[in-house]
């Protein structure tokens, strides 16, 4: 079927979350890469924590103490560059097939939309440093549930504002657990496995598992 909406997770599925450890990663030395992975787990660990204690905190402000934590469990990595990571955040570099592909999708006459966690300041900073703003119908920003995927309540928030079903949106992640969420409510979603990562979550299957955006556009 033609669908009315393609929605993207922004983080890790659109912009690359390891890029600004990356632009450092010189000076940070020999563990930058690990205190990358690090910041990220903690991110989204911190997260699900707090969307089930239900004691919100904005996603930068999770950013912020993962980054922290990331420190003190890599003592090698030069902590004075904590800003400049930080500042590089915001400006995150996008994949390189992210252009193309949003444009050949939009010019369907399909909505674009973007699903996150992230702040709607962070997301409107790394949609306008990647050039893909006028690319996007919206920016759902979990920020106005003060809670975090994947509760159903975030997939709703499309379903609801552009008034489709939700068979009619298809719903691409880089994370699987996010793609576990997206079909438990009922969305066509297409995993981009960019690490090559083993299948989860077997009973929530995606429709599509791709390596990037590229075949996503041949789906349908």
């Not at 903690?42 to 924590?49: A, D, F, M």
């Not at 800003?83 to 996008?94: F, I, K, N, Q, T």
């Not at 920020?143 to 309540?153: A, E, I, S, V």
């Not at 066509?188 to 299957?205: F, H, K, S």
Request: charged content about 20%; glycine content about 6%; some cysteine.
């Amino acid at each position: 079927m033609a669908h009315a909406a393609f929605v993207f997770d922004a983080y890790g599925t659109l912009f690359d979350v390891h890029a600004a450890v990356r632009k450092h990663a010189a000076k940070l030395g020999p563990d930058a890469q690990r205190l990358s992975s690090l910041w990220r787990e903690k991110q989204l660990e911190y997260s699900w924590v707090r969307a089930l204690m239900g004691k919100y905190l904005d996603f930068w402000e999770l950013t912020q103490q993962g980054l922290d934590t990331a420190f003190a469990l890599v003592p090698s990595a030069d902590k004075s560059l904590r800003d400049d990571l930080l500042s590089a955040y915001w400006e995150l570099d996008c994949y390189p097939e992210v252009p193309q592909v949003l444009t050949s999708l939009k010019a369907t006459g399909a909505k674009i939309a973007i699903l996150s966690n992230g702040s709607p300041a962070m997301l409107d900073a790394a949609a306008k440093a990647a050039g893909l703003t006028e690319l996007f119908d919206e920016i759902f920003s979990v920020d106005q549930l003060r809670t975090f995927k994947t509760d159903p309540q975030v997939y709703e928030m499309v379903t609801t504002h552009f008034r489709i079903y939700p068979e009619e949106v298809s719903f691409q992640s880089s994370n699987r657990w996010d793609i576990a969420g997206a079909t438990a409510f009922g969305f066509r979603t297409v995993w981009m496995n960019r690490t090559g990562m083993p299948d989860e979550y077997p009973d929530l299957a995606p429709k599509a598992v791709l390596a990037d955006l590229t075949g996503l556009t041949s789906l349908g």
